[in-house]
C-alpha cells in the first residue's frame, strides 16, 4: 500500500511541477495558417506550430483559440529541446470520411517525446461512420484512436474532452509518469471497441477526476503496465475499469502494482474486471487493490475470467497460464443488475492465490447477491454481502 501512496505523491508533485513551470513564448496555429472554420485543412499550420516550439530553447505553447480546427491524421515528433504545453481553447474535429485516416490506427500522435502538456479542448473524431462501417459493411479500415502517446515520458493530459472516436479515445503506450485529470472521453453505448483510456507497457500512470462513458472499457489496462493508480473514475456506460485481455500472446509482460480507489460506476457491463485467455501464457498480474468504490446497476460488479476465447478460435480445451496473485477488493457497495455480483472463474492449471475481500456489500433487487468460485484461494474478513466463497 505505501508504494501506491509514494507513487500518487510524486506524480502529483510532477502535476504541480507542470503547471508552475509557465512557458515563455506562445506559438497561435493561427499566425500559420489554421483556420477556425471546420472546414479548411490545419494540418501543415499545426505541424509548422510544432516544429518551432520543438526547435525552442525555452519552455513554449501552441494556443488553439476558439473554433473547430479540420485535422487529419497527424504526427507530432520529437525529441524537442524543452517543454511545449499544448493549450486547445478550441475543438479538433476529424474528416468527415471516416475513411480519410486510412489504416494507420492514429488521428493525433505525439511519439518520442518529453515534457509535453495538453490542456483543455475538444477532440471531435466523428466516428460515427465507421462504426456503421464496422456494423454494416466489410473491408472497414482498421480505426483510428483520437489521442495516442508513444514512448513519452513525463506528460500531463488535463481537462480534455474526446467525443465520437472511432476506436480508442486515448492510448497511453511504452510511456513513463504520465497524469491524465479531469479528462472526459464520451461515445455511444453501442459504439464498438471505442474504450475510454487504455495504458501498455507503461509505468507510473495516474488517472484521477476523469468521466469515461464509452462503447467499451472505461479504462483498460494491458501488458506491461506498472504502478498505475486510478481514483475518483465515473465509468458507465462501458463494460468496466478491466486488466486485460492478457495472455493472448505466450511471452507476455505482466501487470503489477495498480490501485483504483474511490469510484463510481453506473449502468456498466462490469465493475473491476480480470480477463485473460484460456491459453498458455508465462504472464502475471499481481498487486492489484480495488477499493472505496460503488457500484450502481453494474452487470458484474467484480469478476475474473479467466476462459476468454472469443469465438471458441484457438483456444479450445486450453487454460490461462495467466498467474494473478495478491488481489484485494475492499469496501465494494452497491447493487448488481444481475444476481451473481461476485465471479471469479480462475485458471484451473494456474489457480488465482492471495485474493483478499473485506466489506463486500453488493445487492440485486434488494436482496443478497451471489457469488460463484473456481480454481481460488485467498481470505474474507468483514461484512460481506454476498456471502463469500473465496
Wanted: net charge positive; proline share 5%; with cysteine.
Amino acid at each position: 500500500m505505501a508504494s501506491f501512496v509514494v507513487s500518487y505523491v510524486v506524480l502529483s508533485f510532477f502535476y504541480i511541477f507542470q503547471l508552475s513551470n509557465a512557458a515563455s513564448t506562445t506559438y497561435n496555429v493561427m499566425r500559420f495558417g489554421a483556420k477556425p472554420d471546420g472546414k479548411t485543412d490545419a494540418t501543415q499550420p499545426f505541424l509548422k506550430a510544432w516544429s518551432a516550439a520543438c526547435r525552442s530553447a525555452t519552455p513554449s505553447t501552441i494556443y488553439v483559440p476558439r473554433g473547430r480546427y479540420l485535422l487529419k491524421a497527424i504526427v507530432f515528433r520529437g525529441p524537442c529541446k524543452s517543454k511545449i504545453t499544448f493549450q486547445i481553447g478550441g475543438t479538433l474535429v476529424a474528416p468527415a470520411d471516416y475513411r480519410a485516416l486510412g489504416n494507420s490506427g492514429y488521428w493525433i500522435l505525439f511519439i518520442k517525446i518529453n515534457r509535453v502538456s495538453v490542456i483543455g479542448g475538444t477532440l471531435d473524431a466523428r466516428g460515427a461512420g465507421f462504426w456503421a462501417c464496422r456494423k454494416y459493411r466489410r473491408n472497414c479500415p482498421v480505426g483510428a484512436s483520437s489521442l495516442t502517446f508513444n514512448w513519452a515520458n513525463n506528460i500531463l493530459i488535463s481537462g480534455l474532452t474526446s467525443i465520437n472516436t472511432q476506436s480508442i479515445h486515448l492510448v497511453i503506450n511504452g510511456c513513463k509518469n504520465v497524469v491524465v485529470r479531469n479528462v472526459k472521453a464520451i461515445a455511444p453505448a453501442q459504439s464498438p471497441n471505442t474504450d475510454g483510456i487504455h495504458v501498455q507497457i507503461s509505468t507510473g500512470v495516474t488517472i484521477t477526476g476523469s468521466t469515461l462513458q464509452t462503447g467499451d472499457d472505461c479504462i483498460s489496462i494491458g501488458p506491461g503496465t506498472r504502478n498505475m493508480v486510478m481514483s475518483n473514475i465515473k465509468c458507465g456506460p462501458g463494460h468496466g475499469v478491466s486488466i486485460g485481455s492478457l495472455g493472448k500472446e505466450f511471452n507476455q509482460d505482466g501487470v503489477e502494482n495498480i490501485m483504483l480507489t474511490n469510484s463510481v460506476f453506473s449502468g456498466s457491463d462490469n465493475g473491476v474486471r480480470i480477463k485473460s485467455w484460456a491459453k498458455p501464457s508465462n504472464g502475471f498480474v499481481r498487486k492489484v487493490v480495488f477499493q472505496n468504490l460503488i457500484m450502481k446497476d453494474v452487470k458484474n460488479p467484480i469478476i475474473i475470467d479467466q476462459n476468454y476465447c472469443p469465438g471458441n478460435t484457438g483456444c479450445p480445451r486450453q487454460t490461462s497460464g495467466i498467474k494473478i496473485s495478491q488481489v484485494t477488493y475492499k469496501n465494494i457497495r452497491g447493487t448488481s443488475a444481475t444476481a451473481e455480483a461476485v465471479t471469479f472463474d480462475c485458471s484451473p492449471s494456474h489457480p488465482c492465490r492471495g485474493i483478499r475481500l473485506q466489506d463486500i456489500r453488493l445487492t440485486y433487487n434488494n436482496k443478497a447477491a451471489t457469488s460463484s468460485c473456481k480454481n481460488i484461494g485467498g481470505t474474507s474478513t468483514g461484512v460481506l454481502m454476498p456471502e463469500s466463497c473465496v
